[in-house]
């Protein structure tokens, strides 16, 4: 038995799924809140309890969440019964270890890519993944493992992949990382831990610096790029655009995603299927049909408005996001509904959101702490509010603010499940 320590975790429920369709008996325990990365959990009947220091029994083997110190009351049950616990890392370690996998890390973009080459991989020969917004999925047929890989305090230097990718190199975490050349070393580490290949973008400014003996590949939209898309088209309907590979036509693709950052994605994906021999004419038809990650651009219509669900925190990810809203409702307003994650990364990058947010209305919500502690720091939303023309502070249950735009892009952004006041909107906005 599996016993899970804060099974509702975004990677921690995607590693018991996978635990259970290898065919292992999994459950755990978490707060009594519904989370979106429950849905997995729900559908294979895994049994979810409260914390309690009298659900750890002796047969158990404990899977601890990376958030979950000794005091604990259940890793602190495990300890004094001297049961056997694995970190996050170390089971997927673990797991692992018996596929050929594919590692896809960066600052932006990880999740998305790897729900991409999850999909089609899983579609043209079958694949297992474990993805961080809660999805994975097993089967001991399978040959090819994806894996989103964090660089958070180094976890990605854990795994051994055949494939490591890299969709960017930015600062943050700045908790952890000292500075952008700490995280471009970390990168570098990473880099090397490749048995096969690593594919990394080259559009970006930093992929240049990582000094590796074996071999990289780089694609993006710049002519030294190895893998190349060209004759790009953004429409309302997506993205259009040929990719050539070692300066030799590929393949024509129809992507039904939004922004520069999506098509360098795909490219990630594409570039893998390439030197492992796919069709280009079948990849192209897998990737028509990929909607998006969960909480990655997620959109519901209301009315005259469309309200969209996105995980984005970090400065970049945000711009991201806006431009490609942008690109699919051009003639609509947008608003901004968003809550900073950790007061770290609000302190690091307090200007950076603030130029981005004064372009926009912006409602913002209180700083949500993670493994922070308010104390610690001297930074709050309040401080981003005063500096951002027609910015306001917003709570959870604050939905009748917003209900007085039509024609708007409505986006809720934040890592943190903010849905409460996502649905409050929705179904006030639907009565009116």
Not at 232 to 257: A, C, R
Not at 333 to 361: A, W
Request: hydrophobic content about 35%.
């Amino acid at each position: 038995m599996f016993y899970f320590i804060g099974i509702k975790g975004s990677g921690m429920s995607a590693l018991a799924c996978v635990l259970h369709d290898l065919g292992y008996e999994v459950m755990g325990s978490d707060i009594e809140e519904e989370c979106f990365t429950e849905e997995g959990l729900k559908q294979r009947n895994i049994k979810i309890l409260p914390f309690n220091k009298n659900n750890i029994k002796k047969d158990m083997y404990i899977v601890r969440g990376g958030s979950f110190e000794d005091d604990h009351e259940e890793v602190a049950e495990a300890l004094k019964q001297e049961l056997t616990i694995y970190t996050y890392q170390e089971m997927v370690k673990k797991i692992t270890k018996m596929f050929q996998l594919i590692t896809i890390a960066g600052c932006h973009g990880k999740t998305t890519t790897s729900s991409m080459m999850a999909h089609v991989l899983n579609n043209l020969v079958g694949a297992n993944y474990l993805i961080g917004d809660g999805t994975g999925f097993a089967s001991k047929e399978n040959k090819w493992f994806v894996l989103e890989a964090c660089e958070y305090k180094r976890h990605f230097l854990e795994y051994k992949p055949d494939y490591a990718i890299i969709t960017n190199i930015d600062y943050d975490h700045s908790d952890y990382f000292e500075d952008i050349n700490d995280v471009i070393n970390a990168y570098e580490e990473y880099a090397k831990s490749a048995d096969k290949m690593v594919i990394a973008c080259g559009d970006d400014p930093y992929t240049h610096s990582l000094e590796i003996e074996g071999s990289i590949f780089y694609y993006g939209m710049d002519e030294d790029n190895d893998i190349i898309a060209k004759n790009v088209i953004y429409t309302k309907n997506g993205i259009v655009f040929d990719v050539f590979i070692e300066d030799n036509y590929y393949g024509h693709f129809d992507l039904p995603l939004y922004g520069k950052h999506q098509l360098l994605n795909a490219l990630a994906v594409i570039g893998f299927c390439y030197y492992e021999r796919f069709e280009a004419k079948d990849v192209a038809r897998e990737l028509k049909t990929f909607n998006g990650a969960k909480r990655r651009f997620n959109e519901t219509e209301v009315g005259t408005n469309i309200v969209i669900n996105d995980y984005a925190h970090h400065p970049a990810e945000i711009k991201a996001t806006i431009k490609a809203a942008h690109q699919k409702y051009p003639d609509k307003d947008i608003v901004i509904v968003f809550q900073p994650h950790t007061y770290s990364r609000t302190q690091t990058f307090k200007d950076d959101y603030i130029q981005i947010l004064s372009n926009y209305k912006s409602y913002i919500i209180d700083i949500h702490p993670a493994r922070e502690k308010k104390e610690d720091y001297n930074i709050s939303s309040d401080d981003l509010i005063k500096e951002i023309p027609n910015a306001e502070k917003i709570n959870i249950n604050d939905a009748k603010k917003l209900l007085t735009y039509e024609n708007t892009v409505l986006i809720f952004m934040s890592p943190n499940d903010i849905s409460a006041l996502e649905k409050d909107y929705i179904k006030l906005k639907e009565a009116n």
